[in-house]
């Protein structure tokens, strides 16, 4: 069984033997959000802003004893839009300010109680290669972090809870678990050629041992905003290239393709879409193959996403 299964029933053998649990050991596994706390400079609760009424925020955050990381989080209540994509500078400004995802890797100092986010890729090009710090608390099941005081004094603390396992984990799951990086995305007609391809964008693929599927992708060479606000063609630029979405997935094992069941997407899928993807492993690489579909011209087009494991 892949060593993202394994690593924390591995890491508490370690420990027996040398007393101590290895640090990214004990942040291995997946982790729900369930709680959010802003406290001001006199320990006041600081009143939500601009986000009030979307109801709170949900997602996970899941490290590998790799270290790997990555995070997606949402707002319940996200923007519907005609075509299922943003169109104008409003709507793709009201996606980025109801999702946040970024990946990467990450490094435990325990005599700081810090863990910093080593983030390869973001929603916000201005997150993308910084490094994150957070001061962390592992009691139980439940992780806290907590970034730096802002200017005004303010404190934020995210409270996160460890999600168990599925109890009757399957071949293929064992097969899917784990961090993968983005190869290639192609698609193809029936007789072979190719037409569309984006071989440069880069990102991770997550599979959990808790049935839960991660994915970030990103155009490469983004650029930063100019300005302290995004103009409106910085805020369709960033929109345009970059996708993720998170959920629950499920593994037809007799017919070897998955279905990954969304519970939110950057760009505003509805709720409970699902996206069956069919699986061929070949050593390290995994090629993700959509259902034939027409195209434009009405061609037969079947597209394919290569990833490679990270985390063995």
Known sequence: MRAFVFALSIGISAVIAAGEIPANNRFAGVWKLVGEET?????????????????????????????????????????????????????????LRTYNSYWGS???????????????GAVSPAFSGTNQERKFTIAGNR???????????????LTWERVPDLPNLTPTH?????????????????????????????????YTAS??????????????????????EETM???????SYFGPYTV????????????AEFNSAPVGTDYQRFLEFSGKRLHLKAPVRKDSSGKDVQMTITWERLSD
Do not use: C
């Open 237 to 243: 630029a960033t929109y345009r290239s970059y996708t």
């Open 39 to 95: 406290l001001d400079a006199n320990g006041q609760s600081v009143p939500r802003g601009a986000d009030a009424g979307s109801g709170g925020r949900f997602g996970y955050i899941v490290y590998d004893p790799a270290g790997y990381m990555g995070v997606t989080l949402s707002w319940l209540k996200q923007p519907a839009f005609a075509g299922g994509k943003a169109t104008t500078p409003q709507e793709a400004l009201a996606a």
């Open 106 to 120: 990450f490094a435990v100092n325990d005599a700081r109680s810090i863990v910093t986010h080593q983030t390869f």
């Open 252 to 263: 037809n094992e007799s017919e070897q393709f998955v279905v990954h069941h969304l519970a």
């Open 174 to 206: 064992r097969k899917l678990i784990g961090f993968w990086k983005l190869i290639s995305f192609e698609g193809r007609e029936a007789n072979g050629e190719r037409v569309a391809s984006n071989p440069g964008m880069t990102g991770f693929l997550v």
């Open 143 to 157: 992780l806290t972090l907590q970034p730096p005081t802002s200017a005004n004094g303010d404190q934020r603390t």
């Open 211 to 232: 049935g839960h599927v991660m994915v970030h992708m990103m155009q490469p060479y983004r650029r930063r905003n100019v300005g302290p606000s995004p103009t409106p």
